[in-house]
């Protein structure tokens, strides 16, 4: 495959040129009434957001550490196996240890993005600045942790969810009004589930200076490479741009991020003593899954409900590489889901003649 098919949209199956119109992928369709298990699906959701019924079941404090490490490192909350997760202990406990002896709630900091959602089908479609069913998720898998966490320890949990949008602006250009007005609206989302003060945003332009990176960037330099890149890193720069875009620049933008990356996480390192979280776990960072069987970002696309005939409602991660393979639509459910969510993504597995 040479650089230009690489850079082109239709090479990796984004084909559509056009703003999505009625029978179109990704068009709300107001005329497609949903299938039944997705409003039950929602409906649990909602339901268990709102549960406040908890039976405490307290423990010896010296024990603690390695209950609460052994809750969030279960198949509910991590997809790392018990060999895997044995690196993040240590370190993992000691931070639980000391919020414990102060009596506080276990302070835990999640990077959940820059700000905004990755285009699935880059020069279609627009970028996504607003939160959806994965923030919905996610607040969800937080909630159901907490609760646990809560049976074994009273005081709970707290959620820094770490916005990198200073990341965002200096590796794709994307101005921090724009993320801020996502981070407004998902301020606004835990408000309608009176989630906070437990769960808090943590935005890096709120906190951080451009000046700041610029200082600390030379330490973390990465040239240009076009040699080593590969199709994903393609899909990648142009899925987070919203349009194509040729080898030099994707060269260029990766340097960037590998660059800006270690500025970041050295800087909110500084200024936040919770225990980081990632989706995906690098070898400094445990995972944390955003919705149930996760092993993905939610920032890399949108979060839909796969919906095939017979078989359970599950969420899954549509992107720009895999939507192609899916009939999928919007459908709003405004008597149901708080009012900072839009509408949610059906995803139906295309027939052959489609995909």
């Known amino acids: 495959m040479t650089s230009a098919e690489l850079a082109t949209p239709g090479a990796r199956g984004l084909h559509h040129r056009r703003t999505a119109t009625a029978g179109e992928p990704g068009h709300e369709d107001g005329s497609r009434r949903p299938p039944e298990p997705v409003r039950e699906y929602l409906n649990a959701i909602v339901a268990d957001l709102a549960a406040t019924e908890l039976r405490c079941e307290p423990v010896a404090a010296a024990r603690l550490p390695e209950l ?4 969030q490192t279960g198949r509910e909350f991590c997809y790392l196996s018990r060999a895997r997760v044995a690196p993040y202990r240590e370190a993992a406990c000691a931070q639980i240890a000391r919020d414990i002896a102060r009596g506080e709630p276990v302070h835990y900091c999640l990077d959940i993005g820059g700000g905004y959602h990755a285009s699935l089908r880059p020069g279609t479609d627009a970028l996504c600045f607003a939160p959806g069913l994965g923030e919905l998720l996610l607040l969800r898998q937080i909630s159901r942790f907490d609760a646990g966490v809560r049976r074994l320890y009273p005081p709970g949990t707290r959620f820094s969810l770490v916005i990198d ?6 590796v794709n250009d994307i101005p921090t009004e724009r993320t801020g007005a996502y981070c407004a609206k998902l301020r606004e989302l835990i408000a309608q589930l009176a989630l906070a003060p437990g769960i808090e945003l943590w935005v890096e332009s709120e906190h951080l200076t451009t000046s700041e990176f610029e200082r600390r960037r030379g330490a973390f330099h990465a040239a240009p490479c076009a040699d080593d890149l590969s199709c994903k890193d393609h899909d990648t720069v142009a899925r987070f741009l919203g349009r194509a875009c040729g080898s030099d620049e994707v060269a260029e933008r990766t340097a960037r991020y590998r660059a800006i990356t270690g500025v970041s996480s050295e800087l909110i390192g500084s200024r936040l003593d919770g225990l980081r979280m990632t989706q995906r776990a690098t070898p400094e960072t445990i995972c944390f899954r955003p919705f149930p069987g996760a092993d993905s970002r939610i920032q890399s696309g949108e979060v839909a409900l796969r919906v095939t005939g017979g078989k359970p409602v599950v969420p899954m991660l549509l992107t720009s ?10 459908v709003g459910f405004p008597d149901m889901l708080p009012p900072a969510i839009g509408p949610v993504i059906c995803a139906e597995p295309a027939s052959r003649s489609t995909a």
Do not use: P, S
């Open 165 to 170: 949008n200073l990341v965002a602006w200096f």
């Open 68 to 71: 609460i490490f052994g809750l």
């Open 321 to 330: 590489h895999n939507q192609h393979l899916y009939d999928w639509y919007r």
